[in-house]
Nanobody
């Protein structure tokens, strides 16, 4: 059974930082490109970032303002998302997703995690 399990979310004050993790199991992790997608309360899914299977190529949504850094450690089957200078509008459930090629489209993801909640509030 393929599982992607996110962690690292929580309540953080504006201006703070978080590092989200996504651990894969039941899948050859380094065969897949990985993405982070978020869903704010009452809104649709929003693609945040993607990374190639080997970590050599990274992609970010243009409105993320350079505050997000995606990375992966294939030896640990783990994907990361570092978020700095957090803003209230970053409040969302953050999902990791796996696909054969890097993609920003949810219908191209083969596997999803269950999500981790990030809440930015003072």
């Amino acid at each position: 059974e393929v599982q992607l399990v996110e962690s690292g979310g929580g309540l953080v004050q504006p201006g703070g930082s978080l590092r989200l993790s996504c651990v894969g199991s039941g899948v050859t992790f380094d065969e897949y490109a990985m993405s982070w997608v978020r869903q704010a309360p009452g809104k649709g899914l929003e693609w945040v970032s993607a990374i190639s299977w080997d970590g050599g190529d990274t992609y970010y949504a243009p409105n993320m303002g350079g505050r997000f850094t995606i990375s992966r450690d294939n030896a640990k089957n783990t994907l990361y998302l570092q978020i700095d200078e957090l803003k209230p509008e970053d409040t969302a459930v953050y999902y990791c997703a796996a696909s054969w090629v890097e993609s920003m489209y949810e219908n191209e993801y083969d596997y999803w995690g269950q999500g981790t909640q990030v809440t930015v509030s003072s």
